[in-house]
């Protein structure tokens, strides 16, 4: 079933039903009421999008991206709710969750108080929000960046911000109270052009990028061999090939270095292919993509760095190390 990617598909209207059973004896069939359920049901087909519990908070997509440009103006006061626009919608066919992205249109927020020699390139922030209909995710709203220049985004580390919240009335109340760490997104900012600089001057020889980008975004080679000309065989061979030919544009567009992976990752992960070995979706890749440029930006500054080590370590689990061969 192909996903939902515009906006107007993800903001159809939803309500709450109760819920019955249906119960065979001997006098004949009766439909019998299920006190604390109900169901969440989209309005426009009728499709029952999941059975929750009657403490359940239902908050509908158009109410959740409400709620979003809120916390685009509380986490960046400087900006003027103008400035933030719909950038992206993504869901399951089924609709039972969506992610939507607000980005900033701007660049007011490009990191102009950094020196020249240490500004990364042009990267804009963007506020995800989360819901879903099926209690399967929270409702959250995650703070990104992406790279302008080709919309390749990366979500932030829990440890820097992030808002989420059950779907429980006891937890989402008429309104949500936004509580940012100020300091703590500033240091974050800062810090993110060091996190790029470091990636620049740490040298990755081509031949180790795809092993690298499978380790970073947790892609696992098939557990049983894959019969010749089989449909499985085809996927994996175009996943492979499109992780090689990601690996030859940015080492040829940024050299051989670990800025050129961690922009082959997040190209990935924001435009993951349709493929039955990428077994996450675009949001839960970018999440791998932030946490990797947090943690390897760190390691790889260390005195007694060493990239082999580094790789053997990640691959350790089983991430193919002769992918896109």
């Not at 380790?215 to 696992?220: D, E, H, P, R, T």
Request: hydrophobic residues 40%; contains cysteine; aromatic residues 10%.
């Amino acid at each position: 079933m192909p996903r939902l990617t515009d906006l107007n598909d993800v903001l159809f209207p939803v309500n709450a039903h109760p819920v019955f059973v249906s119960i065979k004896g001997p006098s004949g069939e009766r439909r019998v009421a299920v006190p604390d359920k109900k169901a969440i049901v989209n309005c426009k087909t009728d499709r029952v999008l999941g059975i929750v519990s009657r403490d359940y908070r239902l908050v509908t997509n158009r109410e959740a991206l409400n709620w979003a440009h809120e916390c685009c103006r509380t986490v960046f006061p400087e900006t003027q709710p103008s400035e933030w626009k719909v950038k992206a919608a993504d869901a399951p066919g089924t609709g039972g969750h969506c992610f939507i992205d607000l980005a900033h249109n701007s660049t007011a927020l490009d990191f102009k108080d950094l020196p020249a020699r240490d500004r990364p390139e042009v990267y804009g922030p963007f506020i995800r929000v989360t819901n879903s209909y099926n209690r399967v995710r929270a409702l959250a709203f995650d703070i990104g960046f992406y790279r302008k220049v080709c919309t390749n985004g990366l979500i932030l580390p829990d440890s820097i911000i992030q808002f989420k919240f059950t779907h429980l009335r006891r937890d989402i109340g008429e309104t949500i109270e936004f509580e940012v760490a100020q300091e703590k997104l500033a240091k974050f900012k800062t810090s993110f052009g060091n996190f790029l600089g470091a990636l620049r001057g740490c040298v990755v020889p081509r031949n180790q990028f795809e092993r690298l980008l499978w380790a970073v975004l947790s892609l696992q080679e098939p557990d049983d061999e894959l019969e010749p000309e089989s449909r499985a065989a085809e996927e994996w061979d175009a996943l492979t090939a499109h992780v090689h030919e990601l690996s030859d544009r940015y080492a040829g567009e940024l050299g051989e270095n670990a800025y050129a992976v961690f922009n082959a990752v997040t190209d990935f992960a924001s435009h993951p292919p349709a493929n039955r070995f990428v077994g996450r979706e675009r949001h839960s890749l970018q999440r791998l993509a932030g946490s990797w440029l947090s943690e390897f930006s760190q390691e790889c500054r260390k005195s007694d760095f060493v990239l082999g080590d580094y790789l053997d370590k990640a691959t350790a689990n089983g991430t193919p190390e002769t992918a896109g061969r």
